[in-house]
């Protein structure tokens, strides 16, 4: 009431002297500021991203920069076609190798000399345009290959990363090279390839320790932490534990039949369940809200259209139908939520497809929805 009174210029013209009022002015700008502040300081938002090693994590922090509209600098584009050019080349290493392991024919003979060029590829070396290039067309020969689609086929019993099959899938696109001659615009390098959104999404590097990368959505500043998920990362966790809003778990949830890189043979899923709950009951994270993320919805669907896998044959307790995504899904949910102790924490949880920017955005609405009403909650708590 009575700073109403003051504020009203009529009222205190008549009880204070022109420099008096200008000090109250001055005074009550000072007090909205430092209202403002502190107000902003408390609306950070801290998300971090935890989950096993090829959970999605990474994927997940270069959709928020897609969705939100800042660009990948061309440097950060030039290293990402590096690394898209090591995924096909180890990819088809692992495919040749596993192929030859398995003792699966080829189809056509000539492919088992271009398999042995391609394992004698020296992972060390530095994979340029131009040697990338060279490779290119026996790449994608031995992927037409069936001897090499049937080693795909049974990916399960080795190592093999998500993404080949779909650069494998793109290799005409990713190899094209013009050269400066017949360039159209006469550029000097040629419009060789550069990579799509799409590309960067599946490009897979494992992280080495903890980036963070923060976005102001609705003026408020999101810091999202990301960390390397692998056993020996996991000790670097706990160095982000402090100030958190919120944490995204994701699970990779196509890998209900796949075993660890680490040791090669702990299931993924229960590595991955074992992980959740030393966070979810965790007591540091008490009054954290906890999102489930069951990602990889894509593969997961295509592996069980595939019929050749049986989630009963890794969880022999489960009852719904083999070939259908939401009994699966389902379970995977109940797997997850039953570790969790205390009744009264709320879990959140979506079916994401990282690499489908439309999916995200839509997931990404919910959960920012869930965070700030929770944090509004707890700031009108406090
Ligand atoms: N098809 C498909 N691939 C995915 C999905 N999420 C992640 N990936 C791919 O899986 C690999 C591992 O993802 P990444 O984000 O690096 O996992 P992180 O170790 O948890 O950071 C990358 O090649 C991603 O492109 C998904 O939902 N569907
Ligand atoms: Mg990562």
Redesign the pocket.
């Known amino acids: 009431m009575a700073s109403d009174m003051f504020s009203c210029p009529c009222c205190l013209r008549f009880k204070f002297s022109p420099e008096e009022i200008e000090q109250r002015y001055r005074s009550q700008e000072i007090d909205k500021m430092i209202e403002k502040e502190k107000h902003s300081f408390r609306r950070q938002v801290k998300l971090l991203l935890l ?1 096993a ?8 922090l270069k959709q928020m920069r897609i969705i939100h509209g800042i660009k990948f600098e061309p440097e950060l584009i030039r290293e990402y076609k590096q690394v898209i050019y090591q995924n096909i080349v180890k990819g088809m290493k692992v495919l040749v190798d596993a192929r030859n392991k398995l003792d699966i024919p080829w189809e056509h003979p000539v492919n088992n000399d271009n398999g042995e060029y391609i394992l004698k590829y020296d992972n060390s070396l530095v994979l340029d345009t131009r040697l990338f290039t060279h490779y290119a067309p026996t790449l994608g020969d031995l992927w037409k290959d069936s001897g090499i689609k049937r080693a795909f086929e049974r990916r399960r019993e080795f190592q093999l ?3 080949v099959q779909y650069f494998l899938d793109n290799i005409d696109r990713i190899s094209r090279v013009v050269s400066p001659q017949y360039c159209p615009y006469h550029c000097p390098y040629g419009p060789d390839y550069i990579p799509t959104n799409r590309d960067i ?4 590097k ?2 080495k320790g903890i980036s963070e990368f923060t976005i102001p959505i609705h003026n408020i500043p999101f810091r999202f932490v ?1 960390v390397g ?1 692998q056993r020996s990362q996991r000790q670097k966790w706990f160095q982000c534990f402090d100030s958190v809003t919120s944490i995204l778990f ?1 699970v990779s949830s196509s890998e209900f039949d796949q075993v660890l890189v680490e040791d090669r043979k702990t299931n993924r899923l229960e590595e991955s369940r074992n992980i959740f709950d030393t966070i979810v009951n965790n007591l540091i994270f008490r009054g954290v809200s906890i999102i489930l993320f069951l ?5 997961l669907a295509e592996k069980l259209k595939s019929g050749e896998t049986s989630i009963r044959w890794f969880f022999p307790d489960y009852s719904g139908d083999e070939k259908k995504l939401a009994d699966v899904q389902t379970f995977l949910l109940e797997y997850f939520r039953s570790v969790k102790r205390d009744p009264k924490k709320p879990l959140f949880y979506h079916f ?4 489908d920017t439309e999916n995200i955005k839509v997931v990404f609405n919910a959960v920012k929805d869930t965070i700030l009403h929770r944090n509004l909650e707890s700031l009108m708590l406090q």
């Open positions: 989950g090693g090829e959970s999605g994590k990474s994927t997940f990363s998500d993404s999404l599946h490009a897979r494992a992280t990301d998920g994701l990602n990889k919805t894509d593969l994401t497809t990282a690499v």
